[in-house]
C-alpha cells in the first residue's frame, strides 16, 4: 500500500510538471492561476487549453496501456506480451486508416468502432495461431503479433499513399502522440475505457488462478471460456480506446506490469492498480523528454517509448527468467 502512496505521489508531481514545461516553462503560481483563477493571460490560455488536456489524455491514454499490457500479459501466460508486439496497436491503426482513407470518417465517435474492431480481430488472429495441442505457446505468439503487425502496417502505409492529402492530418497520430487532442477527443471513449477496467478488475482472481494452469483453474471452479472473453472485451476496449485517441504507442504496456509485478507480485488486481498509474507516469515523462530533448522541436512519445521500451524488450528476452507470472 505504500508503494501505491509513493505512485500516487510520483503521478501527481508528473502532472504537474506536465502542465508546466512546454515551449515556455511557467511558473506554479501561474498553473494554479489558471485552474482556480482563470483570466485572459496568454500562459493562463496555454495552459487550459492544450497543455491540460494533452496531460489528461496523456493520464488517460497511459492508464488504458498499462492495464491492457498487464491483462494482454496474464491472459497469454506471456511476459514479453504487449499490445504492440502483439501487433493490436497494428490492427486499431489499420482500421482506423481504413475508415479515414477509404469511408471518408473524420469524427472519433466514428472511426473509434473501426479502433475496436482492429484490435479485438487481431487479438483473435494471434490467439488462434499461438495455439498448439499443450496450449498456447508464448513464441509462437510473439512471432504471429510481430508478422501479423508488420502486414498491417505496410498495408496501412501503401493506403496512405494512395490519399496522401488525406492522411496528412494524421501524420502526428500514427508516430503516437497526444499533442493537439482536444478533450472532445477523450470523452466518447471514457465510458468504454470505463466499462474496460471493471471487466478487468472482475477477472483478475480467476487470471490469478488460470496462472497455474487451466486445469487447476478449473478444478477452482474458474470458467476458463467466460474469464477469456471478458479478457478479450476488456482487452478490445482498451487498446482500440488508446489508439483512437493517441495512435500507436507501444512499449508502455510491456514495461510498466514488469515494475507492477516486481512490487507486488502475481496478483493481478495489485498489478492492475499500479499499472493504472505507473503507466500514465512513463507516458508523461516520455512526453516531457521528448518536449526538452530537441527544444523547440517535439518528438512525439511514441517514438520515446519506442526508444525506452527496445532495450528493456532485449534485456527480457536475454533474461533465462522474465518476471513471474
Keep these: 500500500?505504500?508503494?501505491l502512496v509513493l505512485a500516487l505521489v510520483a503521478l501527481l508531481a508528473v502532472l504537474v510538471l506536465s502542465?508546466?514545461?512546454?515551449?515556455?516553462?511557467?511558473?506554479?503560481?501561474v498553473v494554479w492561476d489558471a485552474l482556480f483563477h482563470p483570466s485572459a493571460d496568454i500562459d493562463q490560455f496555454?495552459?487550459?487549453?492544450?497543455?491540460l488536456p494533452r496531460t489528461i489524455v496523456g493520464l488517460v491514454v497511459g492508464a488504458a496501456l498499462g492495464v491492457a499490457g498487464a491483462l494482454i500479459q496474464a491472459l497469454t501466460r506471456n511476459p514479453l506480451a504487449d499490445p504492440g508486439i502483439l501487433g493490436l496497436h497494428a490492427g486499431a491503426s489499420f482500421a482506423v486508416t481504413v475508415a479515414v482513407g477509404l469511408l471518408g470518417v473524420r469524427d472519433i465517435a466514428g472511426y473509434m468502432w473501426f479502433a475496436f474492431a482492429g484490435a479485438l480481430i487481431v487479438t483473435l488472429m494471434v490467439l488462434a495461431l499461438g495455439a498448439t495441442r499443450q496450449g498456447q505457446s508464448p513464441t509462437v505468439m510473439v512471432l504471429a503479433g510481430v508478422c501479423v503487425g508488420a502486414v498491417l502496417r505496410g498495408a496501412g502505409?501503401?493506403?496512405?499513399?494512395?490519399?496522401?492529402?488525406?492522411?496528412?492530418?494524421?501524420?502526428?497520430?500514427?508516430?503516437?502522440?497526444?499533442?493537439?487532442?482536444p478533450l472532445d477527443l477523450v470523452w466518447p471513449i471514457l465510458p468504454f475505457l470505463a466499462v474496460a477496467l471493471i471487466l478487468a478488475v472482475a477477472v483478475a482472481g480467476p487470471l490469478n488462478a488460470m496462472a497455474m494452469g487451466d486445469d487447476l483453474a478449473v478444478a477452482q471452479g474458474v470458467r476458463l471460456a467466460r474469464t477469456r472473453v471478458l479478457a478479450i472485451i476488456a482487452l478490445t476496449l482498451l487498446v482500440g480506446g488508446a489508439t483512437a485517441i493517441a495512435g500507436p504507442i507501444g512499449f508502455a504496456g510491456l514495461m510498466v506490469?514488469?515494475?507492477?509485478?516486481?512490487?507486488?507480485?502475481?496478483h493481478q488486481r495489485w498489478i492492475f492498480a499500479y499499472s493504472v498509474v505507473l503507466a500514465p507516469i512513463l507516458l508523461l515523462a516520455s512526453d516531457i523528454l521528448g518536449?526538452?530533448?530537441?527544444?523547440?522541436s517535439e518528438i512525439?512519445?511514441?517514438i520515446v517509448t519506442?526508444?525506452?521500451?527496445?532495450?528493456?524488450?532485449i534485456a527480457l528476452v536475454r533474461r533465462k527468467k522474465a518476471s513471474g507470472l
Excluded at 496555454?46 to 497543455?51: E, H, V, W
Excluded at 518536449?291 to 523547440?296: L, S, T
Aim: avoid cysteine.
Design 46 to 51: 496555454a495552459i487550459r487549453d492544450y497543455r
Design 19 to 29: 502542465v508546466m514545461i512546454g515551449s515556455t516553462t511557467i511558473a506554479p503560481s
Design 157 to 181: 502505409s501503401a493506403l496512405e499513399l494512395t490519399n496522401p492529402d488525406a492522411f496528412d492530418a494524421m501524420r502526428s497520430w500514427n508516430a503516437g502522440s497526444i499533442v493537439g487532442r
Design 291 to 296: 518536449r526538452i530533448i530537441m527544444h523547440p
Design 1 to 3: 500500500m505504500t508503494g
Design 300 to 302: 512525439p512519445v511514441g
Design 306 to 313: 519506442a526508444f525506452v521500451g527496445a532495450p528493456v524488450l
Design 257 to 266: 506490469p514488469h515494475v507492477a509485478r516486481w512490487i507486488v507480485g502475481p
